[in-house]
């Protein structure tokens, strides 16, 4: 079987199962009682919150720079590994690169919350703060790649990183075989990529639906122009959905076109309900990105009655103002 063109195969992702068992959590996947009731369905949480650095970004950080140990040696990796992360990759690199013995400069705009420069920080790696957006900070990453020979470990658009995710699709295979949605946060496609690439090889009936922000959603925007585009950077509960997509796009496009069926836009009045919802109902702090499935079904009526549907709580780096302003804009 030919290898596709975004270069993430079901094979690439046991092979990112392999390398980083030890390193990530095989996380719960649990029935919300609440949720399920609510909507007639049997809703599923996918607790990515309980991975050691609290995200999903964990499982890709580690399947890239266990890879390129595995193929060039640890000395490849001498000058260290780099990366311009909105938060929750930049500290999945830092853990990852620190477990492997690897050092790491994590270059963040300014846009990114105090809460999760400081995690980054904790965790051994050089912090860097570049501009106002997430394509200034990568500026900053190309200058340490040229010129001090650094190992660029990408947020998203690789096939490393995007199988690494993926991981998480076998898990809910496992789990839940006969899914019928896996409702996902969509930004630079890595997430929702790697776990559709998983989940349409072994059931292609279940449907990948993924969610993006009402504003400054680059592969909204993306798509709907049918090439890579850059849009503005807006703040919003969702930080981590923020940033571009990157115009020279080799990956996560063309997959994420691939495996996905539908695709929601969610208000920040929708996020916040739904961070505040979560909260109350099911005792779990997640930050905004991890609640935009639950803002799709709420605010977009979707019809799941009768379904077995997957959320995936991608992630719980939300500052305590951040959670503050979501509660304010609900009345709760």
Same mark, same amino acid.
């Given at each position: 079987m030919s290898q596709p063109q975004h270069g993430v195969s079901l094979a690439s992702v046991y092979q990112a199962r392999r390398r980083i068992a030890g390193q990530v959590v095989r996380t719960p996947l649990i029935r919300s009682h609440a949720l399920s009731e609510h909507f007639d369905a049997e809703i599923l949480l996918k607790l990515e919150t309980q991975q050691p650095t609290g995200a999903f970004k964990l499982r890709g950080a580690a399947n890239m720079i266990a890879a390129l140990i595995e193929r060039h040696g640890r000395e490849a990796l001498a000058a260290g590994v780099t990366t311009a992360s909105t938060g929750n990759h930049g500290r999945a690199v830092a853990y990852a690169a620190a477990r492997l013995g690897v050092p790491a400069t994590i270059c963040l705009s300014r846009l990114v919350p105090a809460n999760k420069v400081a995690a980054i920080e904790a965790l051994g790696a050089e912090v860097r703060r570049v501009g106002e957006s997430q394509d200034e900070a990568f500026g900053e990453v190309e200058r340490l790649v040229c010129e001090r020979?650094?190992?660029?470990?990408?947020?998203?658009?690789?096939?490393?990183?995007?199988?690494?995710?993926?991981?998480?699709?076998?898990?809910?295979?496992?789990?839940?075989?006969?899914?019928?949605?896996?409702?996902?946060?969509?930004?630079?496609?890595?997430?929702?990529?790697?776990?559709?690439?998983?989940?349409? =090889?072994? !059931? /292609?009936?279940?449907?990948?639906?993924?969610? $993006? *922000? &009402?504003?400054?959603?680059?592969?909204?925007?993306? #798509?709907? =122009?049918? !090439? /890579?585009?850059?849009?503005?950077?807006?703040? $919003? *509960? &969702?930080?981590?959905?923020?940033?571009?997509?990157? #115009?020279?796009?080799?990956?996560?496009?063309t997959l994420v076109r691939e495996v996905m069926n539908d695709h929601f836009q969610v208000s920040e009045t929708a996020i916040a309900h739904a961070m505040v919802d979560i909260l109350e109902h099911e005792k779990l702090l997640v930050e905004g990105a991890a609640a935009v499935g639950l803002a799709a079904l709420t605010e977009h009526g979707l019809d799941v009655s009768g379904q077995r549907v997957a959320l995936i709580l991608s992630g719980n780096g939300v500052a305590l103002e951040t959670l503050d302003r979501a509660r304010a804009m609900v009345g709760r």
């Open positions: 020979g650094m190992t660029l470990i990408p947020p998203f658009d690789d096939p490393l990183i995007a199988a690494g995710q993926g991981t998480i699709g076998l898990e809910l295979m496992e789990d839940a075989p006969d899914l019928d949605r896996v409702i996902v946060g969509l930004s630079g496609g890595g997430l929702l990529g790697g776990i559709g690439a998983a989940v349409k =090889a072994i !059931r /292609p009936e279940t449907c990948m639906t993924g969610v $993006s *922000l &009402a504003r400054g959603a680059a592969m909204w925007e993306s #798509l709907q =122009a049918g !090439r /890579p585009v850059a849009v503005e950077e807006v703040t $919003s *509960l &969702a930080d981590s959905l923020g940033g571009g997509v990157g #115009l020279d796009n080799r990956c996560t496009f």
